[in-house]
């Protein structure tokens, strides 16, 4: 696929929820930077879901991470939690992007629970180099995140 296209989409459901369980099967066989990820608005127009803002980017945050849903129609809170959650996008994308994902969870197993951690070697010369990494965990409601 990634011979074709630099980026795939690996489902119309966009429920954070869901698209946990999704994107951890599609890491399998696609790094987080080639796998579309995008906070969508509530009610989900599958599930009929509704999942926090703050759970939505995180998960959308383990891809592409981008946003699909209508700014213009945005309470003025949520037009803030955007911007952090873009401000925390462009600290860890490359972490996210070239690091080493590590799958510490099945959230097949336990329902609504995903754990990994990406970590990130800068090569800052030939001889050196220096680890990043970003470790997110998703439970119910409860979000974790250790930069």
Request: hydrophobic fraction near 40%; proline fraction near 3%; charged fraction near 15%.
């Amino acid at each position: 696929m990634l011979y074709y296209c630099s980026q795939i989409w690996c489902s119309d459901n966009t429920d954070a929820i869901v698209r946990m369980k999704i994107q951890y099967g599609t890491s399998f066989a696609y790094p987080a930077r080639t796998i579309g990820a995008h906070v969508s608005t509530v009610p989900n127009h599958i599930t009929g879901n509704t999942t926090r803002l703050r759970t939505r980017g995180f998960v959308a945050m383990c891809g592409t991470f981008g946003y699909e849903l209508d700014f213009s129609t945005a309470s003025k809170k949520d037009l803030i939690a955007f911007q952090n959650q873009i401000d925390l996008y462009r600290l860890i994308s490359p972490i996210i992007r070239w690091g080493d994902l590590y799958r510490l969870w099945n959230p097949f197993k336990v329902i609504m629970i995903n754990i990994f951690i990406i970590i990130y070697h800068h090569h800052t010369s030939s001889s050196s180099s220096l680890s990043s990494s970003y470790m997110i965990i998703i439970k119910h409601n409860r979000h974790y995140y250790l930069h």
